[in-house]
């Protein structure tokens, strides 16, 4: 059981490199603000680079005689990102320490419109490599090779029912699987990102799944549709998506549809953000499935979040007492530049009187 439960909680918090969607939506911004990537994550631009070393952080240097930069020529860059933890288990009664990710990044301006960047994670060993041309009106773009598709809200922690949840393996309450979007997650295909407006953002890829373990051959849709307006006081997100994709449980293959409405409001220093998800033939062709995720984050003092996170998943919707629900309590802090650390606490619903909540403290240095 002790070895089970380390193999849960080690992969259980493994996050994905991606950008933090509350800092966006505080400041008005677009994922492509500051990546690189158009829908968010891998590598940094230069706007993002230097909102990491010197806006997030609560010492930042600022010394003009040690420049800086994550250029290694005028049209090339590297980043990177490490990520380890310490965890503790009510159930286990003691401290581990485990290495979770780690992400080199390389990106090649090949010209004005057109971006090749690549992400090879060298612990859990993943590749993300695609070529990005914004030749369309409105910097809008078409993007081919292999990538993470963009479905919902792409929060950083995937632990998150709406994103890859807990892996389906088995804590002492029961199986918690959440969607199909977890760290190991990429297809390879292209997709098409179209700017109508300022505020209106449309996504549509279609691709092969690299998850052979549990998906088909057969190629998946996936679109998403966002819009961002923004007022004097605060900031807006609304948006849904769809995918379509053939999965297979127990040998049996399903054609699962996906379908989600999220959004987000932010001010200067608080977030809420809000997803959920209905998952049709996921874990069955019998039944429906569901997932939510509600946070909401306030900046404390310039590099100290306090976050608040519930996350619920209803493995089939007509069964009644088989749902999942955890509260997640935590504070995010950016000591210095490049430098994060994570302490949260877990608290899981669905049965109080089991021993089975958690401490997480992360750490995360990045380039």
């Known amino acids: ?177 959440g969607l199909i979007y977890n760290p190991f997650y990429t297809e390879t295909g292209i997709e098409l990102g179209i700017y109508l407006s300022d505020f209106l953002f449309i996504t549509s890829s279609l691709g092969k799944s690299n998850f052979n373990s549990t998906f088909t051959s057969d190629p998946t849709f996936t679109s998403r549709i966002e819009f961002t307006p923004s007022f004097e006081n605060f900031n807006l997100l609304i948006g849904s998506s769809f995918a379509a994709v053939k999965t297979k449980n127990t040998g049996i293959t399903m054609n699962t549809n996906l379908y989600s409405i999220f959004g987000e409001i932010g001010t200067k220093y608080f977030s809420l953000t809000s997803e959920y998800d209905i998952a049709k033939n996921y874990l069955s062709n019998n039944y429906n499935s569901s997932a939510l995720m509600i946070e909401a984050a306030l900046q404390l003092m310039v590099g100290l979040d306090a976050i608040v996170r519930y996350d619920n998943f209803n493995p089939n919707t007509i069964k009644k007492n088989d749902e999942h629900s955890r509260i997640i309590l935590g504070v995010e802090f950016f000591p210095f530049s490049f430098v994060e650390l994570r302490p949260q606490y877990r608290i899981q619903l669905e049965n109080p009187e089991a021993r089975n909540n958690s401490f997480v403290l992360q750490f995360h240095f990045w380039y």
């Open 1 to 177: 059981m002790k070895l089970r439960l380390i193999f849960i909680i080690s992969f259980a918090f493994i996050i994905n490199v991606e950008s933090l969607p509350r800092f966006a939506i505080r400041m008005g911004d677009k994922c492509s603000d500051c990546h690189v990537n158009p829908t968010g994550g891998m590598i940094r631009n230069e706007n993002g680079y230097f909102f990491g070393k010197d806006v997030i952080s609560l010492i930042s240097p600022h010394n003009k005689n040690f420049p800086t930069s994550q250029k290694i020529s005028d049209n090339v860059s590297f980043g990177l990102d490490y990520r380890s933890q310490l965890l503790y288990s009510d159930e286990k009664k003691r401290a581990d320490f485990q290495d979770m990710s780690g992400s080199v990044y390389l990106n090649v301006s090949a010209s004005e419109k057109i971006d090749i960047a690549a992400r090879y994670d060298f612990l859990q060993s993943i590749w993300e490599a695609f070529a990005i041309a914004k030749i369309f009106p409105n910097n809008s773009y078409i993007k081919v090779g292999s990538f993470i598709p963009y479905f919902g809200i792409r929060i950083d922690d995937h632990t998150a029912y709406t994103r890859g949840g807990d892996f389906g393996l088995l804590f002492s309450t029961g199986a918690v699987q």
